[in-house]
């Protein structure tokens, strides 16, 4: 059964400290991971889709990369502003579903 | 942008009613999704449509139904509400542009069913 887990599921930051979330996976034929930004209330944002073992991808404060088994979303310097819940989800072999993992809750004080 | 527009931010139903959610896109994609979020659980696919009047079950179908008979628009229907339905309904689309096109999300529908 395909499966997207993600780790830690909450995790408490000073603002300025650095640190990972994790994706792991067992999607067979992993066409795509997903990383997405969920703040209360709303829909899930789109920020990188990675396709093959060894990318990365950059946005501000965050860098995304994959392995042929995970992927990490590293924080640099985090803000207040980043706290949300990050979700990472893969694309199946077949078709245009998304399986999601259950999504980490970040949370950065000042 | 991609606008997806969720008719309701909340709607409370009570059991044993036929539940409407209207979800509507502007990007002209062919690609749309219906999917529950739930604590602890993430999001679950429950009915996707890749093209006007195509429907696929998806991994929840059971009790829910789906009408796609314009392109820009997708509703999820509750035949008959019952408690365990309540959840977050999140609607979603994307172009048919390869598997890697990233969907893009309403900001949902808070539904309790009493």
């Known amino acids: 059964e395909d499966q997207v887990t993600q780790s830690p599921e909450a995790l408490r930051l000073q603002e300025g400290e650095s640190s990972s979330l994790n994706c792991s996976y067992t999607v067979s034929g992993l066409r795509g991971l997903f990383w997405y930004r969920q703040d209360p209330g709303k829909g899930p944002e789109f920020l990188f889709t990675l396709y093959s073992a060894g990318e990365e991808k950059e946005k501000e404060r965050l860098k995304a990369t994959l392995t042929k088994k995970e992927s990490f979303l590293h924080i640099t310097a985090p803000k207040p502003e980043d706290s949300a819940t990050y979700l990472c989800a893969g694309n199946m072999e077949y078709g245009n579903k998304l399986v999601f993992g259950a999504g980490t809750i970040l949370r950065v004080k000042s | 942008d991609v606008k997806v527009t969720q008719s309701s931010r909340y709607l409370v139903k009570r059991t044993g009613e036929k539940v409407f959610l209207e979800c509507v896109q502007d990007m002209d994609h062919e690609n749309m999704f219906w999917y529950r979020q739930d604590p602890g659980l993430g999001l679950r696919l429950i009915y996707f449509?890749?093209?006007?009047?195509?429907?696929e079950k998806g991994d929840i179908p059971e009790g829910y139904s789906v009408s796609r008979e314009k392109k820009e628009r997708f509703s999820l229907i509750l035949e008959s509400a019952s408690t365990n339905q309540t959840s977050m309904y999140l609607c979603?689309?994307?172009?048919?542009?390869?598997?890697?096109?990233?969907?893009?999300f309403g900001d949902g529908t808070r539904l309790s069913i009493l």
């Open positions: 449509s890749y093209d006007v009047k195509m429907k």
């Open positions: 979603a689309s994307s172009s048919a542009g390869g598997p890697n096109q990233p969907q893009h």
